[in-house]
Each structure stands twice: as C-alpha cells, then as structure tokens.
C-alpha cells in the first residue's frame, strides 16, 4: 500500500508539471499572436536561421515533439523543404534544453514554493480579468503549476529508501552495460510521458534525490533523446514521403548522436565536470543539464556542414512511394497533434497554405473555360472533346468539395485547442473564404455545363458575342489573380480600392452584355442561344462577387 501511494503521488506531481506546462506554452503561443505565426518566413531560410527558429520555437513551446510533429506537418504540406526541416529540427534539440536549466535553476537552486503559489494566485486573477495582457496571466499560471508540480515531484521522490531501491544502485556498478540500461530506462519513461523535457525533470529530481548516480542519470538523459523521436514519426504515418523523411531526419539524428555520445561517454562527462564548476553529484542538476545542452549543441555542430549529404541519406533510406495524379486518392488533411504541447497557432498556417492551394484550383479551372471559350471560336469543339473538358472540371470540383470539408474539420480543431482571440478571428474569417473558394469551382463547372449544352443543342455563339465577352473575362481573371495573390496577408487600402473598382467594372459590364443579349433577342436572333449566352454572363459575374466577397474579408 506505501508503494502505491507513493506511485500515486508521483504520477499526481508528474501530471500536475505537465499541465503547467502546456498552459505556460498555450499562453505564450497566444501572447505571441501572429509574431509566432510569422515564424515560417524564418524557417525557409539559410540553414542558421532555420537553427534558430527550431530552437526559438520550441523554448516557446518547451517540447521538441511538438515543434518536430509541426515540422512533419509543415514538409507534408510543402511549406518547408526536407533540407530546410533538418536546420529547423537541429534546433528543436536545442531548444528543448531550456527546460532542463529552468528546472536546475528555479526548481533546485531557488526556493520552489516561494515561487509557485504567488504565480498561481498572480497568474489565476491576471487570467481571469479580461484586459491586456490576459494571455500574459495564464503564462504565469502555467509556470507557477509547472514548479509547483516539480516541488511536489521533488517531495515525493525522498520517501524511497536506498535499500529499497538497491537493485538501481546494483545496475549502476555494471560499467557500460549500466549506460545501456540508463538509456533503455530514459527512452522508456520518454516513451511513457510523450515529452523529453518532461523525462529530463523526472531525471533531474531523481539525481537530486540521490537515487541515481551522476552516470545513470547522464545515461537516462541519452535514452531520452531518442525516446522524444516517437511523436514526430507517429505524426508521418500516412503522410508523404518527404513528410515520413523529414521524421527520419530526427530519428537519425537523435540516435546517431546517441552513438557517439556513447562512444564518448566517459570524455564527454570529464568535459562537463570541467565546465560546470562543484563536486558533480553534488551539483547534479547542473552538471545533468550542461551535459544535455553540450550533446545537442556538439550533435548540431556535427551535422550542420553535411545537411545536404546527410537529406540525400534520408532519401535514399526512405523512397519516394507517392502516387501519381492519376492514382489519388481522396483529399486528405489530418489535424496531428504532438500529445501534451501542441501548436494550433503555427497549424493555421498550414490550412493556409492548402486554401492557396484551392485557390490555384480556381483559377485553373477559369482559365480552362477561357480556353474553351476563345476555343470554340477558332475550332469547333465536338462532343467528346466537351465531354473531356466538363469530366476535368468535375473532378477539380470534386477535389475542392472534398479540400472544403477537411478543411473546415481542421480549422474547428485548431479552434478546440487553446488560442489566441486574433488567430480565432482568423479562423473565422479563413472559414469564409473557403466557403467562397468552393462556391467558385461551382460556378465554374455550371458553366462548363453551359459550353456543354451549347456544343450538344448546337448553340452557337456568334464571333461577335465572344469578342464582346473577352474585356469582361479580362476584369475576373485580375480579380482572380488580386485574391489569389493576396490570401495570405490583408489588403492595402490601395488594393482595397482596386478590388472595389473591379466589381463595378464587372457589374457594368454585365449589364451591357446582357443588354446586348436581350436586343438581339428582339432583333430575331436563336432564343435558345442568347438565353444561355445571358445565363454565361451571369456565372462568370457571380465569380467576380465571390472574389469581392473575399477581398472584403482581407480588408478586416
């Protein structure tokens, strides 16, 4: 029963420090806003600046799972290359040592529970009251629950006995074999917690506690590194090959250096007793946490003049095994969350990009019609020709049908995770301009339905229709390619007003087109014909509304 409890005050101190700690990071990812969101004009950098934007993010996030898991999602996407993801991994690993100093310095150097409660109290009223910094309020109850977590962990572990847990002080006297087991017992609580800052905590409090040796320990801290790869190649599965490469980046990464920080182990501890000053299990933390910082830093500085080598490595391991356009199957967007931290501001960044991505279907599709339409002129179109060209749009239409839906689904996910009040405005508004993006590859398949029927009823429209039309399509192709550019930032007052200008010109010219289709009904032309030319104009006009609609939501 005392073994019990014991467990069960364990698990309670565990589970306490990682709910402080995704609601210090779901605050701080909140705070940051846009400015977080912005991050990935750094990431496509040179590869320094993809380093510093890996570790930026994750001592943001405090979980190198959660920016790892990200950066699958973002390679999956095509935002990032597989070249640029390992610059930003490198620095994943970096940053996810910020975590192992904050628990030496606040949790064993100062006072935790001088700290903790006041944070809670400050950080609960700051949270509650809504003002300014609100978001601010809950990074500070995050971090007051993170350490108030750690002191009851901290508390917890003395009640073991040495005796008690004799068969750890036997397998730390088993030279390297003792490594061995150190990493397998480090991976496996990695395994179990989803998080390596987490592991490196429980690591950290057991050294303290005197437990483990300095050597277990370090040895744990090895285990751990590559236990947090789980997430990111959990994240692949069912991804696209340069997302499952991207996954093996960090699993070679981590392991690899595993390998050499296990060859070096005894130098690599002289190195970090040389550094960090005091007897090293006196000051284990300390030494425990430059030792982690020293591996990661010395395993990036090791891989960083081979990255172009070491992508092509990848490559060559895991193949490309992509269909092709013809074997597709349904459109696909899951929502991939790293467990405990997670990073709904940075996925909206990505259902951007694939709303993009429907806005190029769009604007294929218009250019298409405009195809066929200054076509038909030239060369007749007969029936199989227009079959092919209505089958074409059909399946583009189907495609933006189904990219509206798993959109949709995955923009209501990053909503049910904690974000900020802007990022939920931009949800809203990202949700509109899909609905009107799909409402597009509607009209646009209506008419190709419309050139069907007048290649089928043989409904021809005159040469002198067309030249009429031609001005007109111009105008919605510049609206199509004014929106398509700019769906990713907001409008200018100056864009504003040409987006204004372009719906009236369109709706002039609507009118005067259908003007002319209605006199040259009286004059005694087909009326079949100009009925189905007016019933034209009207769908390419309604693409011209569905533009403005959008630039009306960038002006917001």
């Known amino acids: 029963m005392e073994y019990l409890m014991i467990l069960f005050r364990i698990l ?33 950098g040179n590869r320094v600046t993809a380093i510093i934007t890996g570790f930026g993010v994750t001592a943001i996030v405090q979980s190198s799972s959660a920016t790892t898991v990200m950066v699958v999602s973002f ?15 490198m620095g994943a690993n970096i940053g996810t040592t910020v975590t192992a100093w904050i628990v030496h310095i606040v949790g064993f150097t100062l006072s935790i529970s001088s700290l903790a409660l006041p944070a809670v109290g400050v950080g609960f009223i700051a949270g509650f009251i809504k003002w300014k910094y609100h978001n601010v309020g809950e990074v500070i109850l995050g971090f007051g ?3 108030l977590g750690l002191d009851f962990l ?5 009640t073991l006995q040495a005796e008690q847990l004799s068969f750890i002080a036997s397998l730390s006297n088993l030279g390297f074999l003792s490594t061995l087991i150190g990493m397998g017992i480090g991976f496996v609580i990695t395994l179990f917690v989803h998080s390596s800052s987490a ?13 483990i040796s300095y050597q277990m320990a370090a040895a744990m801290i090895l285990g751990a590194n590559i236990g947090t790869t789980l997430d990111a190649a959990l994240a692949s599965i069912g991804t696209k090959t340069a997302a499952r490469q991207a996954a093996m980046v960090h699993v070679l990464f981590n392991v690899i250096g595993t390998f050499w920080a296990l060859i070096l182990f005894a130098p690599l501890l002289e190195l970090v007793n040389w550094v960090v000053p005091g007897n090293n299990q006196e000051e284990v933390t300390a030494h425990l946490a430059m030792l982690h910082t020293f591996f990661n830093v010395l395993n990036t500085l090791f891989f960083f003049p081979f990255v172009k080598p070491f992508a092509r490595l990848v490559m060559f391991l895991v193949k490309d095994t992509d269909q092709k356009p013809a074997d597709m199957k349904a459109y696909k967007l899951e929502y991939k969350s790293a467990s405990i931290q997670d990073t709904p501001e940075l996925n909206i960044l990505r259902a951007e990009k694939e709303i993009r991505d429907m806005a190029g279907i769009v604007f294929s599709m218009y250019t298409q019609i405009r195809a066929a339409l200054q076509g038909s002129q030239e060369d007749p179109q007969n029936e199989t ?8 749009l059909k399946r583009q239409e189907d495609l933006a049908d189904e990219m509206r839906e ?3 689904l995955f923009l209501i996910e990053c909503t049910r995770q904690r974000i900020s009040r802007s990022s939920e405005e931009r949800v809203s508004q990202l949700l509109r301009i899909l609905a009107n993006l799909e409402e597009m590859t509607d009209t646009c398949y209506s008419i190709s339905l419309i050139l069907e029927r007048s290649v089928k009823k043989n409904l021809v429209f005159k040469r002198k229709e067309m030249e009429a039309l031609t001005p007109y399509l111009d105008l919605v192709e510049s609206f199509l390619n004014l929106v398509r550019e700019h769906l990713g930032s907001p409008l200018s007052k100056e864009q504003a007003a040409q987006a204004e200008a372009l719906e009236q010109k369109i709706d002039k010219s609507r009118d005067k087109l259908k003007k002319l289709g209605r006199k040259r009904i009286e004059a005694g032309q087909d ?30």
Not at 154 to 158: A, C, N, R, V
């Open 527 to 556: 009326v079949k014909t100009e009925l189905l030319f007016i019933d034209l104009v009207r769908r390419i006009e309604q693409l011209g509304d569905y533009c403005y609609n959008i630039a009306d939501q960038l002006t917001h």
């Open 154 to 158: 901290t508390k917890s572990m003395p």
């Open 145 to 147: 629950l993170l350490f």
């Open 75 to 89: 390679v999956n996407a095509g935002l990032l290359t597989l070249t640029q993801s390992i610059g930003v991994i």
């Open 12 to 44: 309670g101190s565990l589970g306490l420090f990682l709910y402080g700690m995704k609601i210090m990071s779901d605050g701080i990812q909140k705070t940051a806003g846009s400015r977080l969101q912005r991050v990935l004009g750094f990431m496509t």
């Open 385 to 392: 020709t227009v079959d092919a060209f209505v089958g074409e």
């Open 406 to 408: 798993a959109l949709t």
């Open 199 to 211: 592991s490196t905590a429980i690591i950290l409090t057991m050294a303290h506690n005197g437990l």
